[in-house]
DNA sequence: ACCCAGGATCTAC
DNA sequence: GTAGATCATGGG
């Protein structure tokens, strides 16, 4: 990978598979959002990265190659090579053959488990612009400020401790005493996901479904886009839309979908789904 | 007014 | 263990 290094930044010249759009908007991430130019500004970890593609050329500021090396590089899993992902899985099947071709570049981030696991509580039953608004409330209503309008996510001993009333401000619906629960169990250490990450998955997933909030989908969400499980198809709405339209002769009911996928796509069955997600929001399936 | 959104929970059988 | 109702909230 060629890194050149700036005062103010970072570029990476002549870097494939990165599609900012695709990447960002495919529902796997609430806090990126896309400026004027094209650009996105995200907060992670309570780092704000402004990050834009030039032709093969990926610019990300502020940040410097201390902090590029301990936070970006993971968050985006630069090292994996997602061009050679793509010509294994190419030709295997013709719907995702249409997919990756109009997800171009999609990459799956590697997130933080206590954000992740918040996030997807709040998405139960939710859509994913309120999603948005939802998390973007809470990070400034109980979150650190970074500078400007810019908040982390708060972190769970800034969660626990808020009223109920408080998070009922933020707009979480019925979803927040899970939210507040699910806080004071991270905050006393009930669970430890990072305990957890090298656990094979029907253990992880036993004790992600202890907490509140946390069903099946959920928990499988945030091993996918947390604990490293690439293998994990989460079974939403979206989905379901394409196993009833595209693959209703293969998969007869939906809790059969997660071993039919793993068995024709293995250990990349996690970036298939959403693959298949991102397409089936913008396209085929749009109403 | 009704239906839906990256579903989970509670109850009843 | 599973079918059905209920759950806040905002947008279409």
Known sequence: MDIKSYKTGIVIKNYKHFNLETTFESGQCFRWNKNDDGSYIGIVTGKVLNIKRLDNDIFMYPTNKAEFNS??????????????IDKELIGKDEYLD??????????????????????????????IPRIKNIIENISKAFGTHIYDDYYAFPLPDQLSNVGIEMLRECGLGYRDKYVLQTAKDFYEKKIDLNKLKGKPINEVKKELVLLK?????????????????????PIDTWVKKIIDVFYSDEIKE???????????????????????????RQTELKR
């Not at 936070?71 to 050679?84: A, G, H, I, R, V």
């Not at 099946?216 to 945030?222: D, L």
Request: with cysteine.
């Open 98 to 127: 249409e997919a990756l071709k109009f997800s171009n570049g999609l990459r799956l981030l590697r997130q933080d488990p206590w954000e992740t696991t918040v996030s997807f509580i709040i998405s139960a039953n939710n859509n």
């Open 213 to 233: 909030g946390v069903g099946e989908k959920v928990a499988e969400c945030i091993m996918l886009f947390s604990l490293d499980k690439e293998e994990v198809i």
């Open 254 to 280: 939906y809790k059969d979908a997660n071993e039919f996928f793993y068995r024709k796509y293995g250990k990349y069955s996690g970036y298939v789904q959403q693959v298949l997600f991102y397409w089936a």
């Open 71 to 84: 936070l970006w590089m993971n968050y985006f899993d630069l090292n994996k090579d997602y061009c050679k």
